[in-house]
């Protein structure tokens, strides 16, 4: 077979007269069919079921009835994560105009995972920064920077006690780490040279996969989000998480409460349990609000532009966020209903938090859909198929020309030539 | 990164190698004979390269000589095409329905991502202060950076009798285009009472190298006639 092959290079091999492709697609199809057969008929149900969960949300969110909500939630024995309230939640809230003169900061992160079975298990962050200045002409910054993690106490780190390899996970809390430090670091430098500036991340402010890390890693993360956030609040910099089509269903959860015929909500003696028979399924009076999310619900209470109220999240892990409890919003920005995570200091400044949400809207408008500074910081970070087979093969040119032993498991090996 | 947080500056955020150079700002015509190159040379073969231009929309005219810095000798060509596009291959612009003004205050990260970029067709080589009219014996170095000729340089070049002839033979190039736009920076080059004198000599020599061709020559000479005119009624 001439030359090396290795998996995440094109697996098509030029052949005369035969394509070759390595997963069946002929042997997926029938699954396919069955998979979309099933929901064809999803749609009129879901319907039904979502202009009841409207009427809930209306209902329940009145100025005078969300307390009574909160009351039945608070007393209720669950385990879901539920939307804290902080005021009425009935009505969408306008976007106020954007500042004429508003700088957008953003950070996005990529990385090449450690493999071991390389010649090197040192693994590489690559953060890409985007400031842009809306309103003065002023020249956009748009840049990235690799860092390469090689030395002993990157790759092998002592928790609990034990030292253990540095696994895919913890380089992904250390990207997400950066990303958000290093943001807090442009944001505060974009605002010292006089530029009122938001910051903007990608995805969650919330790292509840650090719950059931150990307690060292765990309190090493959470200092350093805690000193981002420091930062920024102490500058009076707004920053947002913006989650794009998100999945969470913590207002949802609410309803739930609200639909619930037991004077406190209490799931393992749910009624539905109890009427269900030996043939009968069990039907639990929250059902109607099964597999609808905030985002699909609140896609029919907001108008383009608007946001929903901020309500507080009840994630375990931010008990140990100090006064930066995470707090969230749902905004409709033209092309679907996003997420945004703000912290305390954000949600209970009406000035920032307005700041957020015009800007947010701005910028959807701007990225045909999605932020355009996250998008383009996105691009600075990304690390593609190709850039990392190039960053190995440098790898190797530089062992091989040092004279250092350098060797490649038969894995890594058989997978670059996989012959006959 | 391990100074105290939030002590940075902005510029420890630029990239440092790549695209520092790069000005996106608005183009100020500064005419030509600037000491500062105007691109950077980012392809490059015997007979032809392309240079990065230093300014977005700011790469040196259709039709002017250029000079590269590099090893061994400086070399001389004349620009005869420039383009502006995207930097990334799988990233298109598309219309905004926008005026440039407005997208500078309101989208400012497109004029990061787009590029000027300008081919250069080498005539030959400076020798001293001589200009040769033969290929280089290198090419231009990658990354050497590329000057607007001096107005001396550009006399001394298009005093050469070989540079109608390096045009006409050039493959694959706008030839009569590219022949007005030089003789018009020709001209420019030297002083008024000069410039009839000039173009009846590069009007002699191109009836000698198109004698073969007269429907060509017949039109090539009735524009250079056009373009003397306009430029004495200037």
Known sequence: ?420 | MNQPLGTRSLDSFRDPIRRASVDVSIVVDEGAGTSAHVGEVIESSTAQLVAESVRLNGAPAFGQFVRVETEPLPILGVVHNTRTQSLEANRRPSAYGKSEEELRLEQPQIFELLRTHFDVFVLGYLDGTHPVLAYPPQPARIHSFVHVCSTEQTRALTATEQLLRSLLEAPGLPTDELLLATLSHALDAREPALRQAYVLRTGKELSRLLRDDYDRLSALVGRLKDRMNSKDSQ
């Open chain 1, 1 to 420: 077979m001439p030359g090396s092959r290795r998996s995440n290079a094109p697996t098509t091999v030029a052949r005369p007269g035969s394509s070759y492709s390595l997963l069946d697609l002929t042997a997926v199809k029938g699954q396919v069919d069955a998979m979309v057969a099933a929901q064809v008929d999803a749609p009129a149900l879901f319907e039904e079921r979502l202009v009841q969960a409207v009427d809930l949300l209306v209902e329940w969110g009145q100025p005078d009835r969300w307390q009574q909500l909160q009351q039945m939630i608070q007393k209720a024995r669950v385990s879901w994560l539920f939307a804290d309230f902080c005021g009425p939640f009935c009505e969408g809230i306008d976007a106020p105009p954007r500042p004429q003169h508003l700088s957008v900061a953003a950070t996005d992160g990529s990385q090449i995972f450690p493999d071991r079975h390389e010649i090197s298990p040192c693994y590489l962050l690559n953060i890409g920064y985007v400031l842009l200045h809306y309103g003065s002409g002023e020249r956009a910054l748009i840049s990235s920077r690799p860092q390469l993690y090689w030395q002993d106490q990157d790759l092998y780190q002592e928790w609990g006690g034990r030292r253990t390899g540095v696994s895919r996970d913890v380089v992904g809390f250390r990207r997400s780490l950066l990303e958000l430090t290093e943001l807090a670091e442009l944001a505060a430098a974009s605002q010292a040279e006089g530029h009122p500036t938001v910051a903007l991340t990608d995805g969650t402010l919330i790292m509840w996969s650090l719950e059931g890390r150990a307690p060292d890693f765990r309190d090493d993360c959470l200092g350093q989000i805690r000193g981002a956030f420091d930062l920024l609040a102490e500058r009076r910099i707004p920053v947002a998480g913006y989650i794009s089509r998100p999945g969470g269903s913590d207002l949802v959860n609410a309803l739930r409460v609200a639909m619930c015929p037991m004077t406190v909500t209490q799931c393992d003696q749910c009624p539905g349990l109890q009427s269900a028979g030996e043939d009968l399924p069990v039907v639990r009076p929250c059902d109607p609000l099964e597999g609808i999310s905030d985002g699909v619900l609140l896609r029919r209470l907001l108008q383009p532009g608007q946001r929903s109220a901020v309500f507080g999240s009840t994630s375990q892990i931010l008990s140990d966020y100090g006064a930066h409890h995470i707090h969230f919003f749902y905004v409709h920005v033209g092309k679907e209903v996003a997420r945004v995570e703000i912290p305390a200091y954000v949600a209970e400044d009406q000035q920032l938090l307005d700041r957020v949400h015009a800007c947010v809207i701005d910028q959807a408008a701007k990225g045909q859909g999605y932020p355009v500074s996250l998008a383009e910081a996105h691009e600075r970070a990304v690390v593609r198929g190709a850039d990392r087979e190039a960053f190995y093969r440098y790898l190797e040119d530089m062992f091989v020309r040092h004279d250092i032993r350098a060797r490649v498991s038969l894995k890594g090996l058989r997978k670059r030539s996989a012959g006959i």
